[in-house]
């Protein structure tokens, strides 16, 4: 993504620098979970003085790297934060006593967290100490940043996104589109992004198990629903882990010992069940090869366990068009995904959409 320039600064500068502070949180994208990402700069006389960036659970957050980034300086200075700051002690100690000790004059927060243990009480602690205090600057850039975040936080269930590709005739495909699995690609990118994939062993045969291409990318769990009685799966040494979910039916051999875990039933709502016990916050269900019907997918949308969807739309023909019966019809729908601006991606249109 392009660096925001002096020419964004326009006439609204608390925007511009929240922005700023966006950009910064996501350089650290796929490696914060449990955690937000949260960007912080510290301002003066028109000028960025310090910079921040929460860069990994445990480590300290945005604010603490901004304020040691200016140093000093920070003394009358004003904080923009991306999220409000923490007032707790948790993994680290509250960033708004670190705001009030480095004598802020100001500060300006993206969103307030929605995490209970913060909720307002930061902005609170802030306000006592006599400082200024503007809350709600490029909210929905700063929502969307933290989407998957805010939604775990506020219902304990993994944020969960459904990808699936059909071809220009409207059929499913299990392909990828050629530019999709390479570095700026979506699919790669995709994988950044969640904590865990859900694959089909049925995709495996065809394909390598995907990992994503970004630089110093976090490469999420690749949970492979075995599909094949009796197969045995192969899976080249990675860097990523990789769990085996099966049923007592099915059964699977495989190779290197892989963990794997037998369910009585591979039902959508058992693995997205075992996903958040493992205290995955964000998943991705790959359907490609098929992890379980289109029907049961479409009651989990039904039943709130999938919160986003995205569809790629391949320039070939040709695809599987009795899979992609009503229930799909119906899922995009659900999705509004009318209303979502295509994206071109290599040969592909992305298609996103909310449930
Ligand atoms: C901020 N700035 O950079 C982050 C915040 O376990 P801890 O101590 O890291 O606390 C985690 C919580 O702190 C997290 O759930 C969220 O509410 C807040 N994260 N807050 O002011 C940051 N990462
Ligand atoms: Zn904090």
Known sequence: ???????????????????????????????????????????????????????KA????????????????????TAYVSLEPCNHFGRTPP?????????????????????????????AKLQDAGIDVTVGVEEELCKKLNEAWIHQMKTGNPFVTLRYSLTID?????????????????YSRLLQEHDAVVLSSKSLKKYSVPESKEPKSNQPLRVIIAKDPNQVIQIEESASKVVIFTDQQTGVGSEKGIETRVFDELKLGTILEHCKGEGLCSVLLDLRGGIVD??????????????????????????????????????????????????????????????
């Open 58 to 77: 445990g480590q300290p957050h945005a604010e603490v790297f901004a304020l040691r980034d200016a140093g000093e300086l920070a003394e009358n200075s």
């Open 294 to 355: 289109f029907e049961e997918i479409l009651k989990g949308v039904e039943g709130n366990l999938v919160q986003k969807l995205v569809v790629e739309v391949l320039p070939i023909w040709g695809g599987n068009k009795e899979a992609t019966s009503l229930e799909a019809i119906k899922i995009g729908q659900k999705a509004g995904l009318n209303k979502f601006e295509p994206k071109i991606v290599g040969k592909s249109v992305i298609l996103e959409g909310y449930f």
């Open 170 to 186: 409207g059929g499913l495909s299990d392909d990828l589109g050629e530019e999709s699995m390479e570095a700026g690609g979506y």
């Open 1 to 55: 993504e392009a660096s925001l320039g002096e020419d964004d600064k326009k006439d609204n500068d608390d925007g511009f620098y929240i922005r700023r502070c966006v950009e910064l949180a996501r350089k650290a994208i796929g490696h914060t979970s449990p955690n937000p990402m949260v960007g912080c700069v510290i301002v003066k006389d028109g000028k960025i003085i310090g910079e921040g960036f929460h860069p």
């Open 95 to 123: 960033c708004s006593e670190a705001l009030i000790k480095a004598k802020v004059k100001k500060v300006v927060v993206g969103m307030v967290d929605p995490n209970p243990i913060v909720a307002s009480r930061g902005v």
